[in-house]
């Protein structure tokens, strides 16, 4: 609140209004510099100065407007995360930050477009596809946990390297209708067609230990130590989606949580000279 300025704005000084409603200027001014004006002492500084008494409390409105705009855009960020299945460590690496760093940045509401960059990068997304999520869960969010078959998408999807818009323009649809069907009701046609266009056997999308097992089994890390190399050296050699050196740590958070993209696993294996099933015992 400040009355002070509410004043200024309708052409009076803090003196002239003292002396209109019969006060001490001293004892007016530190009514006002300590915030403690009484609703009394409001309604009769508005009636003076011609003023709504609403106008000293619009600043405020406006703190918490934005204090909810900045929660929703937290929330809104953290949904995404959840519902594509997005481990906070691995992003937190990504974007060579601590876990508690990556959160002190997700709660700032002023996500301009430079941010917001880095974070799409960091989730694999690109800035128009985050940018979309994020209005539609600031309007309305999801419940907490999505519903397994989306959850199954969205890790089949991530383990291949492909974010929704890839799938989207490889079936020549928008990609906002597809997302919306896919954490909607999808047909099983639509299911068929997302397979098809991800390169991914349908049955996947049913089976809610097929990924988890499949990768659980592996011993990337293991065959690395064996071949002479270290994580940091094949990290080095292992390029992201912008063009850049794998981070090691990123590296080492995706192997030990068996949740390496094939193309991950490709490139692990032509550094280290070996084939992908090598990584997976008999």
Request: hydrophobic share 35%; with cysteine.
């Amino acid at each position: 609140m400040d009355v002070k300025e509410v004043i200024r704005r309708h052409g009076y000084t803090v003196p002239e209004v003292s002396e209109m409603l019969g006060l001490s200027r001293p004892s007016l001014n530190a009514t006002l510099r300590y915030g403690r004006p009484t609703a009394g002492t409001l309604h009769k500084i508005a009636a003076v100065i011609g003023a709504d008494y609403a106008e000293f409390f619009q600043d405020e409105a406006l703190e918490q407007q934005q204090m909810n705009s900045d929660t929703r855009m937290s929330r809104a960020l953290h949904q995404v995360m959840m519902q594509h299945v997005l481990s906070p460590d691995v992003v937190a690496a990504k974007m060579n930050m601590s876990r508690e760093e990556l959160g002190a940045f997700m709660a700032d509401g002023r996500q301009t477009k430079p941010r917001l960059r880095r974070l799409a990068k960091a989730f694999g997304m690109e800035l128009e596809e985050l940018e979309y999520e994020i209005e539609t869960y600031k309007d309305e969010l999801p419940p907490r946990d999505a519903p397994q078959l989306t959850k199954n998408i969205m890790r089949c999807l991530r383990e291949r390297g492909l974010t929704v818009a890839d799938v989207a323009r490889r079936m020549g649809q928008d990609r906002r209708d597809l997302w919306k069907t896919l954490h909607g009701r999808p047909s099983v046609r639509t299911l068929r067609r997302v397979a098809e266009a991800a390169e991914v056997d349908y049955a996947e999308f049913y089976n809610n230990k097929t990924s988890n097992s499949k990768y659980n089994q592996m011993d990337v890390i293991g065959v690395i130590k064996e071949k002479g190399f270290t994580l940091a050296q094949v990290a080095d050699r292992i390029t992201t989606k912008s063009g850049k050196p794998m981070h090691p740590t990123a590296l080492s958070i995706s192997l030990r949580n068996g949740n390496p993209t094939v193309k991950t696993l490709t490139q692990i294996a032509d550094a280290i000279g070996c084939r992908v099933r090598d990584f997976f015992p008999e």
